[in-house]
Nanobody, 116 residues
């Protein structure tokens, strides 16, 4: 069964940190570029960070540069998002995405809430 399962979300105070994980199964993980997207209430889903299939290149939304780090472990079929210096505006549902040619796979999302 092809799936992505996110974990690690939760409630954190401003300035805090969280690490999201996304475990992949049912497909050849190392073929796929992996991304994290997020969607806040009333807003469109936006790209947060992307990493190439071998992990050699990454890119980030301007709003998270210097605070978030995407990484992957192809031996564990897992992609991570380390989020530091969190702000209330980072509050959203975070989705894992796998992309390769015309193939797109989405996770179910994990809620991140930044609030005091």
């Amino acid at each position: 069964q092809v799936q992505l399962v996110e974990s690690g979300g939760g409630l954190v105070q401003p300035g805090g940190s969280l690490r999201l994980s996304c475990a992949a199964s049912g497909f050849t993980f190392s073929n796929y570029a992996m991304s994290w997207y997020r969607q806040a209430p009333g807003k469109e889903r936006e790209l947060v960070a992307r990493i190439t299939n071998a992990g050699g290149m990454t890119n980030y939304a301007d709003s998270v540069k210097g605070r978030f780090t995407i990484s992957r472990d192809n031996a564990k079929n897992t992609v991570y998002l380390q989020m530091n210096s969190l702000k209330p505006e980072d509050t959203a549902v975070y989705y894992c995405h796998a992309g390769w040619w015309q193939y797109n796979i989405w996770g179910q999302g994990t809620q991140v809430t930044v609030s005091s």
